[in-house]
């Protein structure tokens, strides 16, 4: 009974934001929605900030690419699509964070949170230098799973740290994003 109480009374603006169902992307004609991975992280998440940085949330990155039967490379796609929504997510987050700025402050940060892709910007180049162009009969579906792979992680690095300033968070519209009614 007294654990009971005190998961009642712990802090819910971690557990407050959700981002609601993956959404479904349709390539050539198949469906996909990283339902298996989003259990996943769900799950860590449920533990705080810190969930999102261990062992068994980056054991959740690929859950979904796996249960997928389609082409390896369009499964790793379909799931860098579900991380890219992540991030997406996320920084909506990091827009509102900035939008309670004072006028005139930072206008460097306002300028960086506008274009989410450029967090993954990188990530094609780096994978293409680290598989190689080998030309090996694998080197597609490597290339595709580290693109995945690094995406994913960058969602979850950006998201530690978007849910761990919730706990702090006093702003008008950061606070609403992170699920906190009392101002």
């Known amino acids: 009974m007294k654990w009971l109480a005190v998961f ?14 993956p959404p479904e992307v349709e390539i050539g004609g198949a469906t996909f929605a990283a339902t298996d991975t989003d259990a996943c992280i769900n799950d860590q998440v449920s533990k705080g900030p810190g969930g999102l940085v261990t062992r068994a949330s980056r054991g959740c990155i690929g859950y979904s690419a796996r249960a997928c039967t389609a082409d390896p490379v ?20 990091l827009q509102a964070w900035v939008a309670d700025l004072d006028e005139g402050e930072n206008n460097d940060l306002r300028a960086s949170v506008a274009n989410p892709a450029a967090a993954t910007a990188n990530v094609a180049l780096e994978c293409a230098l680290r598989i190689g162009q080998t030309g090996s009969a694998t080197a597609e579906v490597d290339k595709a799973a580290c693109e995945m792979r690094e995406t994913a992680l960058i969602a979850l690095e950006l998201e530690f740290t978007v849910r761990q300033a919730c706990e702090a968070a006093r702003g008008e519209a950061f606070a609403q994003f992170c699920g906190k009614t009392d101002r």
């Open 74 to 93: 369009a499964c790793f796609g379909f799931e860098q699509a579900y991380w890219d929504w992540r991030i997406a997510n996320n920084y909506k987050g």
């Open 8 to 21: 009642l009374l712990m802090p819910v603006a971690g557990f407050a934001q959700s981002f609601g169902a």
